[in-house]
C-alpha cells in the first residue's frame, strides 16, 4: 500500500470537509448554492476515489499518469460496498 500517496489524498479530504462544515455553518449554502453544494462534494469523491486508486501504485506510477488517465482515477469510484449504487443527484429520499 502507497501510505504516503493515499495519506497526502484523505488530509486533502480532511481540510475540505472542515471548510466545508465551515461553510455550512455560516450559511453559505442554501438552497440557490446547491450547484456550489454539488460541486463541492464532487470534489470530495475526487479526492475518496484518489485515495483508494493511488493505494495501489508507487510515486513513480503516480506521478507518470497521463492526464487521461489522471481524470480516470479521479472519477472511478471503487465498489467497495456491493450495496452501494449510484444516485442522480436529483433524487430525493424520503
Known sequence: MNSL???SELDELKNHI???TAD???GKYDDNGKLSFQVYLSH???HINKAWHF????NEEIDNLDHDTFEEVSNSIPRLNPNFKLVE???KFT
Request: hydrophobic fraction near 40%; charge should be negative.
Open 5 to 7: 500517496a493515499t495519506i
Open 89 to 91: 443527484p436529483e433524487g
Open 44 to 46: 470530495l469523491m475526487e
Open 24 to 26: 455550512l455553518a455560516k
Open 55 to 58: 493505494s495501489k501504485l508507487s
Open 18 to 20: 472542515d471548510t466545508l
